[in-house]
């Protein structure tokens, strides 16, 4: 039998279906990490997630006046919105301040990471301080968060705040370079096993936007051949100062780098 190209076939013998091609995957699935893009996401929204962490704290630890601090990871999507099933806690030294951590972050909006250009998705590890507002009686400035509500005060200029207290968050004002930098000095010794790792920092962000070159700490990392490169990195960050009541202020960030192997 002669089929209609002309081809012979076998009598009763059905040419074999073609397999099914595999579904092509979408050109911006990737999700990037911090030390990959060009240009860092920014938060949009500030005041609203300080007046939000203020109302979210837990009654019992403000009359005990209870602190801590939790570390959360989350995707920051292509429209800046926070990707509501990816937000995990990785850590946090008190269980009570967990939910309304994740509260708080489900409500963050960004301007998005980008790379040439283009908007990408993006993993951000997000360290937050709780501090608590002082449970009763009069205040003194130096302990009023208060001020991340709008206190239409000045600050003094000796206080240094927690994330938690300012109206307006520190930026990285030279992202791209920061970027770059923690490309260039990625240890050489390391690339050809990949390693990866995460180091977080802890240090002093000055009125004029400059790191106090004497603050800064380690205070978390997963593999210490790094802790010397994030040391070196962090001296060349400069930021948009923190704010509060319009007024720049001095301010402790814990700043987490991730350092993956430099792509060829």
Known sequence: MLTAAGGAQGQGTPAPAPPPADPAPPADARTYELSEVEELPRPLNVSE?????????????????DSGSVMARFRVLEDGSVDSTSITITESDNELFNAPTIRAFLRFRFRPARIH????????DQPLAWVPPAAEGPRSQAAQPGAAAGAASAPPDVETYSLAEVDELPRAANGPEFVRAIRARYPRELQREGVTATVVARFRVLEDGRIDPESISITRTENERFNEPTLQ????????????????????????????????
Do not use: T
């Open 233 to 264: 990195v962090l001296r060349i960050l400069r930021f948009q100062p923190a704010r509060v009541s319009g007024q720049p202020v001095k301010v402790w960030v814990d700043q987490p780098v991730a350092w993956a192997p430099p792509q060829e």
């Open 49 to 65: 997630i300080s007046r939000l962490l203020m109302a979210s704290y837990p009654p019992s630890l403000i009359e005990a006046q």
């Open 117 to 124: 250009g283009q908007p990408v998705k993006v993993w951000i």
